[in-house]
């Protein structure tokens, strides 16, 4: 799995997610898909900063959130004292006690780029769910991505939070050998864009997906597809699976 957000990206990635989500919606439709299982106990991986986080601890829902990034949590735990958050990778976790339902949010899984990892991942949390547990995550629509960033080559997305105002330019380069791999390159500036004036640099390879290679990933870790949702979202067409674990 490639690296996610390093440790001095936290509180950027912070700030300008805040502008770019509605957290509310977000909650909104995650817990809607949630509720027509009813599950007592729900994991998020991808928790990021805990934005989510806030919204199911304020619903008195039974909720821990999971992350790979150390900084990440420590801002999620900040903001959401009391709460569970633990720092593990997707891929190999054990959970000291089953859940009825995961949630991956925030397309986590383009940080799945070996078929290995989407596996060890699905297998993962078919072993940490409780008996018809479901899970539900979203993933980028490799039909229509890659299209899209061959006449984009550069994508700005800007945002505002406490009265700062950021942006963000992505630039993509796509392999034609493994999977559907990108090379994602993103600057991040304040006030304007200026390459003398950049505050962050992010790099990571993600990957995106095919609807038809997600079910055939789904099948073969024992899970049945109960509901696929076509979604937009800020920046990317994405798909989202509910899926209910098969003995």
């Not at 991505?145 to 061959?150: A, D, E, G, L, N």
């Not at 500036?189 to 390459?195: F, K, M, T, V």
């Amino acid at each position: 799995m490639t690296s996610l957000y390093p440790d001095e990206m936290a509180e950027i990635y912070d700030a300008m997610y805040q502008s770019f989500i509605d957290y509310d919606k977000e909650y909104t439709f995650y817990n809607s898909l949630l509720q027509k299982s009813k599950p007592k106990s729900i994991l998020e991986i991808g928790s990021g900063t805990g934005n989510l986080a806030q919204r199911f601890i304020k619903n008195k829902q039974n909720y821990t959130g999971l992350d790979y990034s150390k900084s990440m949590i420590n801002i999620s735990k900040k903001r959401n004292p009391g709460c569970h958050f633990i720092h593990a990778d997707m891929r190999d976790f054990n959970l000291e006690k089953k859940v009825d339902a995961i949630i991956i949010t925030s397309r986590s899984t383009s940080y799945l780029i070996s078929n290995n990892d989407i596996n060890d991942t699905f297998s993962c949390l078919h072993n940490n769910l409780n008996t018809d547990g479901i899970i539900i995550f979203d993933f980028i629509d490799a039909n229509r991505f890659i299209p899209y960033i061959k006449e984009n080559p550069a994508i700005v997305h800007t945002a505002q939070h406490k009265s700062v105002n950021y942006s963000r330019k992505s630039s993509w380069e796509v392999s034609l050998h493994d999977n559907f791999l990108l090379e994602w390159t993103a600057k991040y500036y304040s006030d304007e864009i200026d390459d003398t004036k950049t505050i962050a640099n992010d790099y990571a390879t993600v990957r995106v997906f095919t609807l038809n290679e997600m079910q055939l990933f789904l099948y073969l870790n024992h899970f049945e597809i109960i509901e696929i949702i076509d979604r937009k979202t800020y920046a990317y067409d994405t798909f989202v699976i509910v899926a209910q674990k098969k003995s």
